[in-house]
């Protein structure tokens, strides 16, 4: 056998076994008809979840594997007929080991409401805009960010900022940011109607609605509280390492 068909024979066994490891490593896309007030859950261990409002009538959810142990994750769809809930599963075995993660990317018609009741990422940025509904955004270890949204929101982050701008308030449901180790930053309407409850245990607080600010006399931190409108809902936002800043629109 020559040099050169040896050569032939390697590249080939090496393509075939890229194709093979890609075939294992797939990603996922699927569409979803999901009336309005369906449930849409995006949870996420190791990556990026991006939810984005678009023009079209369909839920769409890509999943992208990253990572040399993109093979060995695999995307868990639980949806049932109206409820959208995808996760991502890993091997017990060497979950600690595993190098790979997956980044999901979500569009949804921009008009129609849902009920988000989880879009999350333990390690990761979530990053949600142009949307409407109930929303509920947190991450362990990354930052969270809202834009554009209309409807009620809840989001958090352990370590990384919350950082939200609710163009539309709908409902009278209450809403909470929190933080324990990033800044917190939430733009809403100034028509708002709300019991409001600040505080802070290392940083500033900041805000251009009438509610009075106060540093703690004989402890550390800020607090800023009071009752905006009619008071319809309660608004709270805290973090312990951080600043907080309320400001409308």
Same mark, same amino acid.
């Given at each position: 056998?020559?040099?050169?068909? +040896? ?5 080939? %066994?090496?393509?075939? %076994? ?8 797939? #990603? ?9 007030? /369906? ?28 990572? *040399?142990?993109?093979?060995?994750? =695999?995307?868990?769809?639980?949806? !049932?007929? /109206?409820?959208?809930? +995808?996760?991502?599963?890993?091997? @017990? =075995?060497?979950?600690? @080991? +595993? =190098? ?12 129609? *409401?849902? #009920? ?14 142009? +949307? !409407? ?8 270890? /990354?930052?969270?960010?809202?834009? @554009? $949204? ?6 958090? &982050? ?30 809403? *309407? $100034? ?18 609605? *009438?509610? =009075? ?9 800020? !607090? ?6 009619? /008071? $319809? ?15 409308? &629109?």
């Amino acid at each position: 056998m020559t040099k050169r068909l +040896i050569r032939f024979w390697a590249l080939s %066994a090496f393509a075939l %076994a890229v194709l093979g490891v890609s075939a294992k490593a797939q #990603n996922f896309q699927k569409s979803y008809q999901v009336p309005a007030g /369906g449930q849409v859950k995006i949870g996420n261990v190791s990556g990026d979840v991006s939810v984005k409002g678009y023009d079209g009538d369909a839920i769409i959810v890509r999943a992208t594997k990253k990572g *040399p142990d993109a093979d060995l994750l =695999e995307i868990d769809d639980r949806s !049932t007929q /109206g409820r959208v809930d +995808i996760g991502v599963k890993y091997p @017990h =075995e060497q979950n600690n @080991h +595993i =190098e790979a993660s997956v980044d999901f990317d979500v569009q949804v018609p921009r008009s129609t *409401p849902f #009920n988000f009741d989880r879009i999350g990422s333990v390690s990761g940025d979530v990053s949600i805009s142009d +949307i !409407t509904g109930k929303i509920h955004a947190s991450s362990v270890s /990354g930052d969270v960010h809202v834009g @554009h $949204a209309t409807g009620s929101v809840n989001a958090s &982050s352990v370590s990384g900022d919350v950082n939200v701008d609710i163009s539309g308030l709908e409902g009278m449901d209450d809403m909470k940011f929190s933080a324990v180790s990033g800044d917190v930053k939430v733009t809403l *309407p $100034a028509s708002l109607d709300a019991e409001v409850d600040i505080s802070t245990l290392s940083g500033d607080i900041d805000t251009n609605f *009438p509610i =009075e600010i106060k540093k703690e006399k004989y402890a550390p931190g800020r !607090t800023a509280r009071g009752k905006l409108g009619d /008071g $319809a809902r309660r608004l709270k936002m805290s973090t312990v390492s951080g600043s907080v800043t309320l400001k409308h &629109s």
